[in-house]
C-alpha cells in the first residue's frame, strides 16, 4: 500500500462484489441426515503411499445422485516420484465406474485406465506405465460415475481441511458434471478417489528464477550467495545518516522513494533502490502498486488517474487493470528488472485465470501484500476465508491471525506463476499498525519474525517491510526509523541478521523428498555445502510436539542453528517442540553422504 492515495474504498466494494466464491455443484446431493460431521476425525492413517487407508470408509456409499458426474481429489505430493496406480472406494458391486484419469492442475490427461467391473470397497486399477510427478505440483485424480452413486462424505474437506498422509497432501475434492476435467468445488465434500504413490527420494529443486536470475538486468540486485533481499516499501532517503540507520536495522533494498529522495547516495551507501519514476541510479523500477485493487481484472481504456482520483477506467464502471499494467510496463527502459506489487485482488477476490495474468504478464518480480496479523477484514469469507476455506466461511481469529499465513499468501502467488518456478515472488510483512485509526491492531516483534520466516519457508525470494502506522497510538510514515518501531526494531534487526548469515542456504537448491513431519508445521528442506537444511515454522496456536522423519542418510543428531542445542536422530527420526504459532527452528544436518540428492 502507498503512503499516500490510500482511499480505494469504491473500487475495493466493487471487487468485493464479483469475488469468486467457489460454486457449490448441483450434483453433489448428499442426505445431511446420514453424514456426521466428525466423521473425517474418526479414519484410520494410511501406509505412506495413499491418502486414505483401507479402513476408511465414507459416510455415504453410494450418493442418492444418480447423474453422469466425475469425482476426483486435487493433491499434491511433497517428494518427487511416480504414481503407479488410481486407487478410489466402491460403494456396492453393481456401481458403474468408467475410466479413471490422472491430470495436471489445467486439466491435462497424464494417463487414462478403464475400470474393469469388481466388487465394493477399496480397489486399485494400475496405470500402463508409472507417471512422474513433481514435489508440490497440484495434480488431479478421477473416475466417470456415468449413473452417479459415487461415495460421498461432507466432512472430508469441510471448513478447508486437508488430508494429509506421508508425502501425499489432498486439498479437496472436486468434480465436474457429465464428465471431462473435474475443477469445480465438492463443497468440502469427498469422493474418496486415491492415488498410489511411490517416491524417488530427495531431488534438488532450483530457487524460482535460478541463482542467476536478476544477471540477466541491467545495473540490477547482486546475484551472490550471500545476498537476499531484505526491502523497506516507499521512504523518504536524502541523508547519509537516515541511510546508515536502515542499514543498521539489516535493510539493503528501498522498493519505491519519495521524488526527493537521493538515488545516488543510496547507490553510494551500497543499497539498492527500486523506485517508481524511472530516475537513475537504480535497481529496477517498480510499475504501480496494487493495480489488480484499484483498477481491476480487465482491457478497458485508461484514464491515466490513479486513486483518489476519479474516474480510473473507461466507462468508469469498467476493469483496466490489465491496461494500466501494460503502459506502466511500456514505460520501463529495456533491460531494466521491473516490480509490481499486488494485494487483495490476485489472492483473494479474483479467479485464478484473472489473478495469474497480473502475476504473469507485467513483470520481472512480483510480491504482494497481506497483512494477516494487523488487518481485520482479512478473516472475512470473501478474504482470507476464500483462499483457506473456498470461500465458504469467515476464519476465526485463531486461524486467521497467523504467521503461517503469510507462506499461504507467498505460496498461492506462486502457484499462479507460469512456467512453474519462472519469477521471484517477494513477498510483505507489516512492522506496525498499518490500518486507520480504530482499525486493525498492531503487530509485535515475535509475529514479525515468524511471518518473515514462513513467507521463506514457502518459497519467498525477498522481503519488503511495509513500514507505515496509519492507525494505533503511534503514526508514522517510517516506524523503523523513529521512536514508533521501538518495541520491534531490536526483533526486525535480529531476524534480519539472521537471514544475512543463512542467506547462502536460502539461495540454495530446495531438496523435494529427503524430510516431512505429519505434523502442523511448514517445513522447507536445502542442501548447501553437503549439509541439510530444514527450515520449519508452525500452524498453530497451541504447542506442537513434532516429529520428523528423514529419509535417508546416517546422521545421529541435528544441529538446531543459533540455538546451542542438538536433538538425537532415532531410526531416522527426530522431534521437537513448538511452542506456539510465532515458533521456528532451523535445522542442520549432517552425514548424508549416503543420501546425495540427484542432481549435486
Not at 551472490?224 to 537516515?242: C, H, I, M, Y
Not at 510483505?428 to 513467507?455: C, D, L, N, Y
Not at 516506524?479 to 526486525?492: H, I
Amino acid at each position: 500500500m502507498r503512503a499516500a492515495g490510500r482511499n480505494r474504498e469504491r473500487r475495493t466494494i466493487r471487487a468485493r462484489a464479483i469475488s469468486p466464491i467457489a460454486a457449490i455443484a448441483a450434483v453433489a446431493v448428499v442426505c445431511s441426515s446420514c453424514v456426521s460431521p466428525d466423521h473425517a476425525a474418526d479414519i484410520p492413517a494410511p501406509a505412506d503411499g495413499r491418502i486414505w487407508s483401507d479402513e476408511a470408509v465414507p459416510a455415504v456409499p453410494n450418493d442418492p445422485d444418480t447423474r453422469s458426474v466425475e469425482v476426483g481429489t486435487r493433491f499434491s505430493t511433497a517428494s518427487g516420484g511416480e504414481i503407479v496406480a488410481a486407487r478410489f472406494y466402491q460403494g456396492r458391486d453393481d456401481m458403474a465406474i468408467g475410466a479413471a484419469t490422472l491430470w495436471t492442475s489445467k486439466g491435462t490427461a497424464l494417463a487414462t485406465v478403464s475400470v474393469p467391473p469388481g466388487r465394493g470397497g477399496w480397489r486399485e486399477v494400475p496405470f500402463d506405465e508409472p507417471v512422474r510427478v513433481t514435489a508440490t505440483e497440484d495434480y488431479v485424480i478421477s473416475y466417470h460415475a456415468p449413473n452417479g452413486r459415487y461415495p460421498s462424505d461432507r466432512a472430508t474437506f469441510a471448513q478447508g481441511r486437508t488430508v494429509t498422509s506421508g508425502w501425499i497432501t489432498a486439498h479437496g475434492g472436486v468434480l465436474a458434471p457429465t464428465g471431462g476435467f473435474p475443477d469445480q468445488s465438492s463443497d468440502g465434500l469427498g469422493y474418496f478417489v486415491d492415488v498410489v504413490f511411490e517416491p524417488t527420494g530427495p531431488t534438488l529443486r532450483a530457487v524460482d528464477g535460478g541463482d542467476r536470475y536478476y544477471d540477466a538486468f541491467k545495473n540490477s540486485l547482486p546475484t551472490s550467495a550471500d545476498f537476499f533481499p531484505l526491502g523497506v516499501w516507499f521512504t523518504n532517503t536524502r541523508t547519509a545518516q537516515e541511510i546508515a540507520a536502515d542499514r543498521a536495522v539489516g535493510l539493503n533494498t528501498y522498493v519505491e522513494l519519495t521524488e526527493d529522495s537521493n538515488l545516488q547516495l543510496i547507490a553510494d551507501g551500497g543499497m539498492y533502490a527500486i523506485p517508481s519514476s524511472g530516475r537513475t541510479p537504480s535497481t529496477g523500477q517498480l510499475t504501480t502498486d496494487e493495480a489488480d485493487m484499484w483498477a481491476g481484472p480487465g482491457d478497458a481504456p485508461w484514464t491515466g488517474k490513479t486513486p483518489p482520483d476519479d474516474p480510473i477506467c473507461i466507462p468508469a464502471e469498467a476493469e483496466c487493470g490489465y491496461t494500466v499494467m501494460w503502459q506502466l510496463r511500456r514505460r520501463v527502459p529495456p533491460g531494466v528488472m521491473v516490480f509490481s506489487n499486488y494485494g487483495k485482488g490476485v489472492t483473494f477476490w479474483e479467479p485464478r485465470d484473472a489473478a495469474a495474468r497480473f502475476v504473469n504478464d507485467f513483470q520481472d518480480v512480483v510480491s504482494v501484500d497481506n497483512y494477516w496479523f494487523t488487518d481485520n477484514n482479512i478473516c472475512d469469507a470473501t478474504e482470507g476465508g476464500a483462499l483457506k476455506a473456498n470461500g465458504e466461511r469467515s476464519l476465526s481469529d485463531g486461524e486467521c491471525h497467523l504467521a503461517a499465513n503469510y507462506g499461504v499468501t507467498t505460496k498461492y502467488v506462486r502457484s499462479l506463476v507460469q512456467p512453474r518456478a519462472a519469477i521471484p515472488v517477494w513477498n510483505f510483512v507489516e512492522v506496525g499498525h498499518p490500518m486507520a485509526t480504530g482499525k486493525g491492531s498492531t503487530i509485535t516483534g515475535p509475529q514479525i519474525r515468524a511471518a518473515v520466516w514462513s513467507s521463506i519457508i514457502n518459497g519467498a525470494r525477498g522481503i519488503v517491510y511495509f513500514n507505515h502506522n496509519f492507525g494505533g497510538p503511534c503514526i508514522s510514515h517510517n516506524v523503523l526509523r523513529g521512536s514508533c518501531g521501538d518495541a520491534v526494531r531490536g526483533d526486525v534487526t535480529a531476524v534480519n541478521q539472521q537471514i544475512r548469515r543463512l542467506a547462502p542456504v536460502l539461495n540454495a537448491p530446495f531438496v523435494d523428498g529427503f524430510a516431512r513431519s505429519d505434523e502442523p508445521v511448514d517445513i522447507a528442506a536445502k542442501f548447501h555445502d553437503g549439509s541439510f537444511y530444514l527450515l520449519v515454522g508452525s500452524e498453530q496456536s497451541a504447542e506442537t510436539d513434532a516429529a520428523f522423519a528423514i529419509t535417508c542418510g546416517d546422521a545421529t543428531s541435528v544441529e538446531v542453528v543459533e540455538e546451542n542445542r542438538t536433538i538425537p536422530i532415532t531410526n531416522g527420526t527426530f522431534r521437537d517442540t513448538f511452542a506456539d504459532a510465532n515458533a521456528v527452528h532451523i535445522y542442520r544436518i549432517t552425514g548424508g553422504d549416503s543420501c546425495a540428492p540427484a542432481g549435486t
